[in-house]
């Protein structure tokens, strides 16, 4: 028998991804089996693509696999580019680096615009790189809208008018793993031609499905595009007359709590989920701003505050404290997880999730929780931060 007696409660998960999911998910995954083929699960299946469409914001179409977001990065770029493709990838942070990686596996070559990580991309350094491209040889640019590692969403719509004062015609391709259904998005309103998500996040769900939004501009890339793929092909997607499913079998009770989880979102109305995101986002970036005092204490990463998500935070710890140390105590002792720094932030910062299924009195508890564990570790701070996060969120602020 172990000395510490086990965890009890519900744990409170400030990782981001996966998130919560909702006991109405849980239920409606909750059932047998059933024939992927069978009218009545067809007309489910068909009901979530319409429904990604509406929460995408397109009218382009929405492919599905089953895989992890990774799964929907490689098939994004199988399906629209060729062998020795320039891709242009703005740094945010870690997932940036892992995309850019990707790409150079599969053959493309891949090109950094170096980032400092605290900063999302300067929309004017993207139409300078552009305007010297004349060649034309950069096929996309591929930019993380929800830099999950860092807390910074770039400006989507900003570097989409720098693409366009370029006068560039490369693909724009837009991570949404993080921000779809957190943070507002327009895949066709901001003319981005590719759009990547994942279940796990904002979506509520848990890991498994992956889905790439394609426009019209993508969909006619695809007829080129010269990487070898079989599973992620975009055709084999299409069923007998016409509409839209999975490779091979469905994953029936993925797709199940799928339409569940699209039913809630509309429920909640998709501005009213957004909103929900800004209070808990600005709630905690009030916290920690508090805890930063006049700089002693840890700091939030993310400086241009156009730029601060509203889905994660990612908190930098005081030269010489340890942030793993912080989260091993949140973990054993208060049962609630943050994630952790991730690449060259591995130890020097931790992250407070507060993305898809998650109220006011969570945030607070989660909050609290890092409080106790910086005090319980050292680490140098200002008081305040739970208040300040409960004067934001009663809007005294
Ligand atoms: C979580 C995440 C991914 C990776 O998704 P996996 O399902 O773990 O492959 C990619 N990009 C961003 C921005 C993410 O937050």
Not at 24 to 36: C, E, K, N, Q, S
Not at 157 to 183: E, F, K, V, W
Not at 201 to 228: H, N, Q, Y
């Amino acid at each position: 028998m172990s000395d510490t007696p086990p965890l009890r409660g519900r744990q409170l998960l400030a990782i981001p991804g996966p998130t919560n999911i909702p006991d109405r998910i849980l239920r409606a995954m909750d059932r047998p089996a059933t024939d992927f083929n069978h009218p009545d699960f067809l007309s489910v299946q068909e009901g979530v693509f319409d429904g990604l469409r509406r929460i995408f914001r397109t009218e382009g179409e929405v492919y599905a696999y089953a895989a992890s977001g990774r799964g929907a990065w490689e098939a994004a770029f199988v399906n629209t580019l060729s062998p020795g493709d320039r891709v242009l990838v703005p740094e945010t942070g870690a997932f940036s680096l892992w995309w850019e990686e990707l790409a150079g596996d599969l053959g493309l070559v891949p090109e950094r615009m170096a980032g400092d990580w605290r900063h999302g991309p300067d929309p004017n350094a993207v139409e300078d790189r552009l305007r010297r491209d004349s060649a034309g040889e950069i096929k996309a640019v591929c930019l993380v809208h929800n830099e999950t590692a860092t807390g910074i969403a770039s400006r989507v719509a900003d570097i989409r008018g720098a693409i366009d004062a370029a006068g560039h015609g490369a693909l724009y391709m837009i991570d949404t793993i993080s921000s779809l259904a957190s943070l507002p998005f327009e895949m066709d309103a901001w003319g981005v031609d590719v759009a990547v998500g994942g279940s796990q996040k904002g979506l509520m769900m848990p890991p498994g499905l992956g889905f790439v939004a394609a426009g019209p501009k993508a969909i006619r890339a695809a007829e080129s595009a010269g990487l070898t793929r079989s599973y992620w092909e975009w055709k084999a997607l299409r069923r007998r007359g016409g509409r839209l499913g999975f490779t091979s079998t469905s994953p029936v009770h993925l797709v199940y709590g799928l339409a569940e989880a699209i039913a809630m979102l509309e429920e909640e109305g998709l501005e009213n989920v957004f909103a929900r995101h800004r209070r808990l986002g600005g709630a905690t970036r009030a916290a920690i701003a508090a805890w930063s005092g006049n700089g002693v204490g840890p700091e939030l990463l993310a400086l241009d505050p156009r730029e601060h998500s509203d889905s994660v935070s990612t908190v930098l710890l005081p030269e010489g404290h340890d942030a793993e140390a912080v989260r091993q105590v949140t973990a054993t002792r208060f049962n609630t997880l943050l994630g952790g720094g991730l690449r060259k932030l591995q130890g020097r910062a931790f992250r407070i999730a507060h993305m898809g299924d998650l109220n006011e009195g969570m945030l607070l508890g989660m909050l609290a929780v890092v409080e106790m564990a910086l005090d319980l570790q050292g680490v140098p701070r200002a008081g305040g931060g739970v208040e300040a996060a409960m004067r934001a969120l009663v809007g005294e602020d």
